[in-house]
C-alpha cells in the first residue's frame, strides 16, 4: 500500500437537502486544511475525490477530483442547493448476494488509494456506509468509513436532528403562514379550504414544523394530518367544519405518508422506488376532494414536493451551520481511526439552545427510522404539542440568504473534473 498520504472519497446518496452541499463544503474544505498541516509536515490526507451520482460513481469509477476547484468555488457550496455532484436512489444487496459488487468497490478504493469514505445521506445511505465498513476489513481492505447525515425526513436514530430537516421545517411553516394570510383574504366569498402536502413517508416531523406556521401571534385555523395517526374521515370533516365555522376558513397540512384506516398509504400509487419503498404523492389532493364532496367547500392545494427540500434561500442559519460541522467532523473522526460511524447532534442547552457532535455507531442506525413522538401530537391528532413547539423552534433559526446576481440567487456549478480511470468497465 502507497506510504502517501491515503485519499478520501465522498458521495451524496438520496433525495436533496436545501444545504447538503454544506456538508461536502465541510468534508473538502477539512480535509484540505488537514492536507496542508499533517503532523510532522506530512500531510495527513492526500485528495478528496467524489463520486459521480453517489455510489453509482463509485461502482463504475466515474470519480471527480474536487482538488480543481479553486477554494471559492468549494465555499459556494455553502449557499447552493442540490447535490453538486450527483446523487443516486441505489441500495447494495449482502455481500452473499452480490460479492461481485463489494470487490469492484473494493477494486475502485485500491485503485485510487482510497482511504476513507464519507457518505452522505440518510437511513439507506447509513446501511451502505455500514455495509462497506464491513466488508472492507473482510476483503482485506481497511477503509474508514464515516456516514454523513442528511435528510429532510428528521428520521435518523441517535442524533437530536438530521441535516436539512431545519431547512425543510422553515420553508413548511412559512409557506402555509403565508397561504393563510391569502387564503383568509378570499375566504368570504371564494377559497375556503388550502391543503398543502408535505414529505414524510412513516415519520411526521415535517408536518409537524408546518404547525409552527401558527402561535400565539398568528391565529390561523390549522389541521394537521400525520403518518403516525390513523385518518378518521368523520373526525377530521367535523373539525373541518368547525373551523371554517369559526375562523371562515381552514388550513391543512398533510403528509404524504397519511394513512388509511386498513394501513395502507392514503396515496399510494403502485410504483416502487430503488430502495423498494411506494411512491407517493397526491394525498393532498385526496383529502381537498374529500372536504368538497362531503362540505362543498371550495379549496386549493399545493405539493410541496421539491421546493421544500431545494429552498436554499430560506434555509434556517441553524440548519447550514450543523450541515457544515457534521461534514467537518466526518473528517475529524475518520483521520483519529474512527469506522463505522455518523456525526450525531447532541442538544446540550435549549435556552439558550446549544449543541454539540459525538460519534454514533452505524449499527445503531442502519435501516432504523425515528418517529414523530406521542408527546409531540396533541389537539385530538391534528395538531402540536407545547413540547413539539419547543423541540421545533431552535432548529429554524436565522437566515442565511444566498448571493444574488439580476434579482435571482447566483448558484454557481463546479467544473467536476473526471479522474482518470485505471480499471476496466463494470455494468452495474
Known sequence: MSQRPRNGLYAQSGGMTAVINASAAGVIETARSFAKAGKGGRPAIGKIFA?????LGVLTEDLIDTSRESASAISALKH??????GSC???????DENRVQFERLIEVFRAHDIGYFFYNGGNDSADTCYKVSKISARLGYPVSCIHVPKTVDNDLALTDNSPGFGSVAKYVATSMREAAFDIASMAKTSTKIFVMEVMGRHAGWITAAVGLAADKGHDIPLLLLFPEVIFDEKRFLARVAALVRSHGYCCIGVSEGLRAPDGTFFSEVGIKDAFGHAQLGGAGELVAKLVRQKLGYKYHWALADYLQRSARHLASKTDLEQSYAVGRAAVEYALRGLNAVM??????SQAP??????????ARIANREKKLPASFIGAGGFGITGKAREYLVPLVQGESPPPYRNGLPDYPVLKNVPVPKRLGVFTV
Open 80 to 85: 447552493t442547493p442540490g447535490g453538486a455532484f
Open 343 to 348: 456525526p450525531a447532534l447532541r442538544r446540550t
Open 51 to 55: 463520486g459521480r451520482n453517489g455510489i
Open 353 to 362: 439552545y446549544r449543541w454539540t457532535l459525538t460519534p454514533a455507531p452505524l
Open 89 to 95: 436512489r441505489y441500495k447494495l444487496k449482502g455481500f
